[in-house]
């Protein structure tokens, strides 16, 4: 099974930057579909943001306009660019690559936005 493997989490203040980025230790092949996942304390895991092979890419409402997901195909890359960011946003992300033979996971970074 091959890892992904997140950066880029941290302790940033309201309104601040965060830049995560997921990249794979191994080859993955055929990945169609990448995105981040957040999980808050007592809640479900939720999409966050995702982008396809083609780079079309969707958003969380609460994150739209201030969350920007890329990738970078030759480096089977995704990163997530975070502005503007809120208590709210406070949660442990997550990648998560979808291949045609099976989806990986990253094991976690946190992002905790507080004064």
């Known amino acids: 099974q091959v890892q992904l493997v997140e950066s880029g989490g941290g302790l940033v203040q309201p309104g601040g930057s965060l830049r995560l980025s997921c990249a794979p230790l191994g080859s993955i092949f055929s990945i169609y579909f990448m995105a981040w996942y957040r999980q808050a304390p007592g809640s479900q895991r939720e999409l966050v943001a995702g982008?396809?092979?083609?780079?079309?890419?969707n958003y969380a409402d609460s994150v739209k306009g201030r969350f920007t997901i890329s990738r970078d195909n030759a480096k089977n890359t995704v990163y997530l660019q975070m502005n503007s960011l809120k208590p709210e946003d406070s949660a442990v992300y997550y990648c998560?690559?979808?291949?045609?033979?099976?989806?990986?996971w990253g094991q976690g970074t946190q992002v905790t936005v507080s004064s």
């Open positions: 998560n690559f979808r291949a045609v033979s099976q989806q990986y």
């Open positions: 982008i396809t092979s083609d780079s079309i890419t």
